[in-house]
């Protein structure tokens, strides 16, 4: 399905006069009320600002995606208003131009997600945005999603919601830098590569604190006794000699970057981890998905 198939021309405002996203909010649904006239303005205007209050909808390069399950409708709306001189999104951002609303049913999940992701890749490219930006009426503006030539496709995969560019480590890295990068990025594990990018395992957080549990105490079912012990010792003492190749595990869960999501669900259940490393055809590693990813990204929407 085209990305353009989705936008109603009598639902695109070139000239939205809003000053801030609630104002935004009310001229699009009041948009949409001209052609829903079923609809109630004020249901969705109170879904969509429960959404913002969760999480910002603001994607960067002066696009924002606001968006809303709404119980009752039986179709997905797409309402789309372009901000001349740019509005007041969140305090902290930038000014935004586009404001494109979403509405969809309570069970359209996957071509919600995937029409942001096809919209958020449209409004990567430079040259698009300044298509939609110079349009001067819907059907310019139209006509500009038409060439993009960009299509919402039908199945949510890994790379759709995977976290790009994530940290990773090095096997001649020692254990100090890496208490020290789970500490700055506060993760709790992150993969370990070789020179050509290729995927040796994980070091989490298991691994370091295994280091200071002798390897006798895991055949005890009670250490109650050993009150003066002092388990981390060790990693005091050896932490700028100890390196990441010593502790690794090559035991981690990884799955192609188009694999479906019901299939990392199935892992993520029935083999009860927490990541998931995303790789290529070439096991270069593109991206991780943490379990809680799929209440963010997914479930809760």
Not at 74 to 80: E, K, N, T
Not at 159 to 170: E, P, Q, T, W
Not at 209 to 217: A, L
């Amino acid at each position: 399905m085209k990305l353009s198939s989705v936008f109603n021309k009598k639902l695109i405002n070139l000239n939205l006069q809003a000053r801030n996203k609630e104002e935004a909010f009310n001229e699009l649904i009041d948009l949409v009320g001209t052609q829903h006239k079923a609809l109630d303005k004020d249901k969705i205007l109170r879904a969509i600002m429960e959404r913002e209050s969760q999480q910002s909808t603001y994607l960067g390069k002066s696009l924002a995606l606001p968006h809303a399950r709404i119980e009752g409708l039986d179709d997905f709306i797409i309402v789309c208003g372009r901000s001349a001189q740019g509005l007041q999104y969140d305090r902290e951002k930038d000014s935004v131009k586009f404001v494109i609303m979403i509405l969809s049913c309570k069970t359209k999940i996957n071509t919600l997600l995937q029409t942001m992701g096809a919209l958020a890749t449209f409004f990567s490219e430079e040259g698009l945005v300044q298509q939609v930006t110079n349009a001067t009426s819907p059907d310019e503006f139209v006509k500009a999603i038409i060439k993009s030539n960009i299509s919402i496709k039908q199945t949510l995969v890994a790379k759709d919601i995977m976290r790009k560019n994530i940290a990773n480590l090095s096997l001649q890295q020692t254990l100090k830098e890496v208490i020290d990068l789970f500490f700055e990025k506060n993760i709790s594990g992150a993969p370990v590569l070789d020179t050509d990018g290729t995927v040796l395992g994980v070091v989490t957080e298991k691994e370091i604190i295994s280091i200071g549990i002798p390897k006798y105490m895991s055949m005890m079912d009670n250490i109650s006794f050993l009150k003066d012990f002092e388990p981390f010792e060790e990693i005091f003492k050896k932490e700028d000699e100890i390196l990441v190749k010593d502790i690794y595990s090559k035991k981690f869960i990884f799955a192609h970057e188009n694999v479906s999501v019901i299939q990392l669900a199935f892992s993520f259940v029935n083999k009860n981890c927490r990541r998931i490393l995303v790789i290529d055809d070439n096991n270069k590693l593109q991206g991780l998905i943490m379990r809680k990813d799929l209440i963010r990204k997914v479930i809760h929407v």
